[in-house]
């Protein structure tokens, strides 16, 4: 599937606006969830710049709570993440559990 058929599939979970921040090989950069789902988010950043692909989102600006992520897609500024836990996608956490 391509990235831009990622990114914009239609999958299980709720829209949103929640601030965030990418912590990758290049920095932190800041940007914002926008839709979730129990394994997989959309994340929309402020400019095209290159990600890795597996990089930490924190979900909160010290980085007291990040969750593990590998980038599975990507249609300019929209990142489609996959949630990992021990190396593969973890496939469990909840829409509603941002939150640590």
Not at 35 to 55: E, L
Request: aromatic fraction near 8%.
């Amino acid at each position: 599937m391509s990235a831009q058929a990622l990114a914009s599939r239609d999958f299980e979970g709720v829209d949103l606006k929640y601030p965030a921040w990418l912590e990758t090989s290049h920095g932190l950069m800041e940007c914002e969830i926008i839709r979730i789902s129990s394994a997989t988010a959309q994340i929309r950043f402020a400019n095209d710049a290159a990600i890795d692909d597996y990089f930490e989102l924190w979900l909160t600006k010290n980085g007291a709570c990040r969750r593990p992520c590998r980038l599975i897609g990507r249609n300019g500024t929209i990142l489609v993440v996959d949630f990992m836990r021990d190396g593969r996608a973890s496939g469990r956490l909840h829409a509603y559990q941002l939150a640590c």
